[in-house]
């Protein structure tokens, strides 16, 4: 496999397949000849590239894919929300979807997991499991079926963890993955997922657009994320994981926010690595919850223009219980200066309910540092 990365990366042979498609479309309707003249300049430019380019991205899935699991679950909460819609939604503008309507039926049909031990721990994403469904089945690569147990999830980050008793007679293959000093923002990364029941994997390739998106919790890409491959796994070329397919949403929401971004071209994927203590939390049985102080802040800056006030701090809120007061400015979290409200949510956004931060606040003309234990949804605040 390295010894061909110097023939793929020689040439913009990403393009092939498309400028390949449109020139025999062109061809079909009669339109002008552009796509097919592009298509043959990039052959001629770099035909050994534009050759290898499919057998690499085949040889990359196939060496991850003894690791995916397809998931199909039964019983569960009626959803509303209309039909699921028979193909992607369109939008009245090139380049722009409208969220999809009906889509809020997540769950139904085989959705994707991935294989993270030998013991029988599967990792997928929350939204396969909106519906909360009474049975759960994971068949692996060679057919067979197993019950599977959801033990715990993380709504931060839109990742689940399932567990199945280890078959005796098969081994569980655990992939490899990508350190994050490797991960950087150009390399190739191709989405991979079973979802819908198909028998070869649905397959999109792109690069890592940018990193420490969400909170710094996602990697982005622009190879295609949509419900197919939710849960599935993000790879390099040569077959590492890179991390989990998952819908993401700036705007938080409810628990199937993300979806918007369907087919969009920007998608996201949690990596595997650095999340080893939310893994224990999971196999524990763990919910984990975005961490909350309690907090209104108010829309107009300070007069002095540094920090973020606080309009109003919560009844019996994480904040209140630190000492934390209504007219309170915000200007540190963790030592990182806080410049208005976005960069707040975006700091706290690292942060799970239990975390203890450190928050420098300014009351009058006293500075003062305190520790706030961040809550969940469910708690007060």
Excluded at 106 to 122: A, F, L, N, R, V
Excluded at 181 to 206: C, H, N, Q, R, T
Excluded at 240 to 267: F, H, K, M, T
């Amino acid at each position: 496999m390295r010894l061909l990365m110097p023939i793929f990366l020689s040439g913009v042979t990403c393009l092939a397949p498309v400028f390949a498609e449109e020139a025999q479309t062109s061809k079909a309707v009669g339109a002008k000849p552009q796509a097919a003249a592009a298509h043959a300049a990039i052959v001629q430019a770099d035909p050994i590239g534009y050759f290898l380019a499919p057998k690499i991205f085949r040889a990359a899935s196939e060496r991850v894919l003894p690791s995916v699991v397809s998931i199909e679950t039964y019983g569960g909460v009626q959803l509303t929300g209309g039909p699921t819609p028979k193909s992607p939604p369109k939008s009245d503008r090139p380049g722009q979807r409208k969220p999809p309507q009906g889509i809020a039926r997540p769950g139904e049909g085989p959705t994707t997991g991935m294989i993270i031990s030998e013991q029988g721990h599967i990792i997928t994403s929350t939204f396969n499991f909106i519906r909360k469904p009474a049975i759960i089945t994971v068949v692996l690569r060679d057919g067979s079926q197993h019950v599977a147990k959801l033990l715990g999830q993380d709504e931060t980050r839109k990742i689940c963890l399932l567990k199945i008793e280890p078959p005796k007679d098969v081994k569980l293959v655990v992939p490899a993955f990508v350190s994050p000093s490797e991960m950087k923002v150009g390399m190739w990364s191709i989405s991979l997922g079973v979802g819908y029941g198909d028998a070869d994997p649905a397959l999109s390739a792109g690069i890592i657009s940018a990193r420490n998106r969400m909170g710094g919790k996602a990697i982005q890409t622009d190879a295609n994320i949509s419900p197919a491959n939710y849960g599935g796994p993000l790879i390099d070329i040569e077959g590492r994981v890179i991390g989990i397919c998952v819908p993401l949403s700036p705007q938080a929401g409810g628990a199937s926010s993300g979806v918007e971004w369907y087919d969009s071209g920007i998608g996201f994927a949690i990596p595997m690595q650095g999340i080893e203590r939310i893994i224990e939390q999971m196999k524990e049985g763990k919910r984990i919850e975005p961490g909350r102080m309690g907090v209104m802040p108010a829309p107009q800056p300070p007069k002095d223009g540094k920090g973020v006030t606080s309009q109003q701090v919560m009844k019996d809120s994480a904040a209140e219980k630190a000492g934390m007061k209504t007219g309170d400015i915000i200007t540190h979290i963790e030592g990182i200066e806080i410049a208005d409200a976005a960069q707040l949510r975006s700091v706290l956004a690292k942060y799970i309910a239990g975390d203890k931060i450190k928050v420098k606040i300014k009351r009058g003309e006293e500075v003062m540092d305190i520790e706030i234990t961040l809550e969940g949804a469910g708690e007060a605040g």
